[in-house]
């Protein structure tokens, strides 16, 4: 293996993969899978979505078994069985989604998840020293619904602390956290390596590995491909290795901006579903045709419920609180507003931008019968709809066996460029889409995106919900960040930093006093 | 455990028409094994029940009299099952569906004419579907359980017909017994070949099949009923309103079968008896699954279950299986089914020993 950086040793190996494979029906997940991770070595694992890193490192926790290949943990020979077995080798896990009650409090959630439980005076003495040693804030008497992202994943940290690990595995751990609270972060993961703990940091995102990692090993389609020493690579080295092929970027073409008005949104307030759901307040923003407008911020502020009622699928309050050019359509479903020119994709592919258990072709049906003809007299027309489907697929590249293939057969990036392409293929006046490129992997993200700039070159106004910065940056020419539910006031891509951007995400407007006090702490 | 399941990619086709005649043949097994538990010729009873119906052309008129009505109920459950419409009910809409239809011939002041009949089925569907429209109302606008309602509902249908048939309804010249007045001919469904049983509702059923299978398939309400089945986030944003599914599913499957209510009141029964409400409304539900939830596939659904009572009573005469026993065994059939229908979507699979299941991420909540 590549050399180490801070702490490396003569002994063996914290933990060593040699020639592990695994396969699913239909798909080979890892195959041949070797590399080693030194005591306080931090490990970036890298490769786009599919490559096989969730899986291996699930086999590494122990809630996946490895077909073939062996497991060597400080020198000997384990076969990990559960996530408890892993837990008590000293391997620990933050997942990328969380396992967290939302009613109970930092601490109930905490005294849940122990293998040992103990008395609860002695478990706060020991969360809190943990905090402190690593100078996590938390207030572990409050609600994980009162949280942001960035703390709740701090509970799962400490989670993993209480148990002094001597491998921490970190699972795509600052998808959703603020370029602040990434920093903080990479603190806390550098004092824990220096300390001798092992990270196993899973990732595709380049500069952060360039960042905070002392080695990487790069998979594509379930292989290693190469390994590397990121603080030598370049970020584009790094990609190229990822996939396996040059790297292409979205052009602009055309000026951005300077067009008419196409979609104005006025004060839109819309009350959030209880328990957990973010209200709307007073969300105001124009966007002109030829213009990409981002929306940027941490999931979870709101973006879901704004996506959901620009679509119509929640009517709001007053009908002009938005408007298509000078028509107001808050009052309309969203069959009336695709057909006045609003066509919108949400976040979520399965179950809400599409049907799974659908074949393409009727999943054309869902949107697109509204402006094309795709219905006659109540009835479907199939050829219709299969022609349509079959024009998706090929002007988006989307690769499948064809429009009678279900939905769910085919991979999250695949379906995105069907999705996207469904939408755009009816030339819409306005488009949203929110998390564009989510779970996508950079061949289709870069297609999605070159799609969108044309799409807004020929005179539509965009709408790009998003939590990727770097994505924003790219495509937006003014952007806003949204943050429990309000937006910022829109900011010129051309001259924003993203510390800025970080701040607003974090909940601080522009200067003014924090919304909420307890925001600030975890903001700076 | 050595064996896990573990989830299919696509669904097997095989497993798909397969699970069915499956789950046929273990209930076939498992009602063996119960009646002669039961000190029952279980040999026998299996015989009359499955085999006998179908070999001896003398019953296949009873099984399309017994088939019509739990066909054209399933179908109209099956569309609300698919939109993820839950009507348990179909008993009292069906029980409604013959007061209804039967309300109306008497109290048609005796005219008779070509025109009382097709009033009655109209007045039959319409009586199903206003007693569904009660839970649609309570579940559309109060988020009520159309679950717990339309069954509920049920036993108050079934309460409505046993005070019309022993109070104002009963035939005066019945010699007290609770009925009501014999249909007259004009009132009554045409028998189609003399001499059988072989009624108008036959048919019928079977177009309802059809047409109800081109509208699932082909129309832009039935893709909107199954997007609101599989998945109601999409059916919003594809803009379908849950509460006109709702609707739809409830009154439609009410409407189906108060129409098999009044077709058997004026069919078979010729009359209405406190012995009418015979279960064909629960049974129905089993024959919607058995058929996949797909008019053709209810049609021969309802012709197994057809089977299951014509056979039972067979059986009842040959060897003196009560009638609970029957129903023991068509339930064993829909609990079998399900069962096996796992298969379909998931397989087994062996596993090495020794492997706890995962435990950490106890209750997933996604920080979306």
Redesign the interface.
């Known amino acids: 293996m590549e050399g180490i950086g801070s702490a490396p040793g003569e002994t063996a190996p914290r933990l060593e993969l040699r020639h592990v494979g695994k396969s699913f029906?239909?798909v080979r997940a890892n195959d041949d899978v070797s590399f080693a991770v030194a005591p306080g070595e931090i490990h970036a694992l890298l490769g786009e979505n599919g490559a096989g890193k969730s899986t291996l490192m699930k086999i590494v926790?122990?809630?996946q078994?490895a077909d073939e290949g062996a497991i060597l943990w400080e020198g000997r020979s384990v076969d990990i069985?559960?996530?408890?077995a892993a837990r008590k080798l000293g391997i620990g896990?933050v997942?990328q989604?969380?396992?967290?009650?939302?009613a109970l409090t930092v601490y109930e959630n905490i005294a849940?998840?122990m293998d040992d439980p103990m008395p609860r005076r002695a478990l706060e003495a020991r969360i809190e020293e943990v905090l402190s040693t690593y100078g996590l804030p938390l207030d572990i008497t409050r609600e994980v619904h009162t949280l942001s992202?960035g703390e709740?994943?701090r509970i799962e940290i400490v989670r993993c602390l209480m148990q002094q690990p001597r491998l921490l595995i970190m699972d795509e751990p600052t998808s959703?956290l603020t370029p602040q609270e990434v920093e903080k972060l990479f603190t806390t993961l550098r004092q824990l390596s220096a300390e001798g703990v092992s990270i196993l940091y899973i990732s595709h995102k380049l500069h952060e590995i360039k960042a905070l990692c002392h080695s990487a090993t790069i998979l594509r389609g379930g292989r290693v491909v190469g390994t590397c020493d990121p603080r030598v690579e370049t970020a584009k080295s790094m990609a190229e290795m990822m996939i396996g092929g040059e790297l292409r970027t979205a052009e602009r073409r055309g000026k951005a901006a300077g067009g008419e008005e196409r979609l104005i949104v006025e004060g839109l307030s819309v009350p959030g579903t209880p328990p957990f759901g973010i209200e709307l307040k007073a969300v105001s923003f124009t966007v002109h045709a030829g213009e990409v407008f981002g929306i940027a911020g941490v999931?979870?502020n709101g973006q879901?419920e704004l996506t959901r009622a620009l679509?119509?699928?929640v009517v709001a309050p007053r009908a002009e609180m938005i408007r298509l050019a000078r028509r107001p359509i808050g009052h309309q479903?969203?069959?009336e507003r695709?057909r006045a020119g609003l066509c919108?994709v949400?976040e979520?592919r399965n179950?809400?931008?599409?049907?799974?258990?659908?074949t393409l072709a009727?999943n054309t049906?869902?949107?697109a019968?509204?402006r094309r003809p795709l219905?006659r007299g109540?009835?479907?027309r199939?050829a219709a709809t299969r022609a349509f489907a079959e024009d998706v697929i090929r002007r988006f590249d989307v690769r499948t066996t064809g429009p009678e293939a279900?939905a769910r057969?085919l991979s999250g990036g695949n379906l995105q460029k069907f999705i996207v392409g469904r939408e755009m293929l009816q030339t819409p006046d306005v488009l949203v889409v929110s998390q564009p490129t989510w779970g996508v992997d950079a061949g289709a993200a870069s297609a999605i995106h070159q799609a969108l700039l044309d799409l807004a070159a020929n005179g539509a106004a965009i709408v790009v919900i998003s939590q990727d910065l770097d994505e924003l940056l790219a495509l937006a020419s003014r952007l806003v960040v949204m943050n429990d539910g309000r937006l910022s006031q829109a900011l010129d891509v051309a001259g924003v930093s993203v510390k800025d951007i970080g701040l607003l995400m974090g909940g601080v407007h522009g200067g003014d006093a924090p919304v909420h006090p307890h925001e600030v702490t975890h903001a700076v | 455990m050595p064996f896990k399941l573990e989830p299919r990619r696509e669904p097997n086709r095989t497993m798909l028409y397969a699970s069915p005649v499956i789950a046929v043949a273990l209930t076939a097994l498992a009602g063996l094994l119960f009646f002669a538990a039961l000190g029952y010729n279980g040999t026998l009873a299996i015989y009359d029940i499955l085999i006998l119906p179908v070999i001896d052309a003398t019953h296949w008129i009873d099984l399309g009299v017994k088939a019509a009505p739990l066909v054209t109920i399933a179908i109209g459950l099956a569309i609300g099952f698919r939109a993820n419409v839950w009507n348990i009910g179909a008993e009292g809409q069906y029980v409604m569906g013959a007061i209804a239809g039967t309300g109306v011939a008497l109290h048609a002041g005796g005219t008779e004419g070509a025109w009382a009949l097709p009033v009655m089925c109209l007045a039959g569907a319409l009586g199903g579907a206003l007693w569904a429209a009660i839970p649609a109302l309570l579940r559309a606008r109060l988020k009520v359980s159309e679950i717990l309602t339309s069954l509920m509902l049920s036993y108050v249908a079934i309460q409505v017909l046993y005070f019309l048939v022993r109070g104002p309804w009963r035939d005066p010249e019945g010699f007290n017994f609770p009925q009501t007045r014999s249909f007259t001919d004009v009132e009554s469904m045409p028998i189609l070949i003399d001499g059988t049983r072989l009624h108008l509702g036959i048919p019928i059923a079977v177009l309802i099949a059809m047409a109800v299978w081109v509208v699932m398939s082909r129309t832009l309400v039935g893709f909107e009923l199954r997007v609101s089945g599989l998945a109601p986030n999409a059916a919003r944003y594809a803009g379908f309103r849950e509460q006109r599914t709702v609707w739809l599913a409830l009154l439609v499957s009410g409407g189906l079968a108060g129409l098999a209510g009044i077709f058997e009141a004026a069919g078979p029964f010729g009359q209405i008896t406190p012995n009418f409400p015979t279960g064909y409304g629960f049974t129905a539900i089993v024959v919607a699954f058995l058929g996949r939830l797909n008019p053709l596939g209810i049609l021969i659904g309802g012709v197994v279950l057809a089977v299951s009572f014509v056979g039972g009573e067979l059986a009842e005469t040959s060897v003196g299986l009560p009638s609970a026993a029957i129903g023991l065994f068509q339930a064993t059939l829909l609990f079998l089914l399900l069962g096996v229908d796992m298969l379909v979507w998931y397989r087994i699979r062996r596993i090495a020993p020794a492997i706890a299941p995962s435990a950490a991420p106890a209750v997933v909540r996604s920080a979306s």
Do not use: I
């Not at chain 1, 179950?351 to 659908?358: D, I, N, R, S, T």
């Open positions: 029906p239909g926790y122990g809630v078994r069985t559960s996530p408890k896990m997942f989604h969380f396992s967290l009650f939302d849940v998840g992202v709740r994943q959703v999931a979870g879901n679509a119509g699928e479903g969203p069959g695709r919108v949400p979520e179950g809400h931008a599409a049907v799974p258990e659908f009727e049906m869902l949107t019968r509204y219905t109540g009835f479907m199939l279900l057969s």
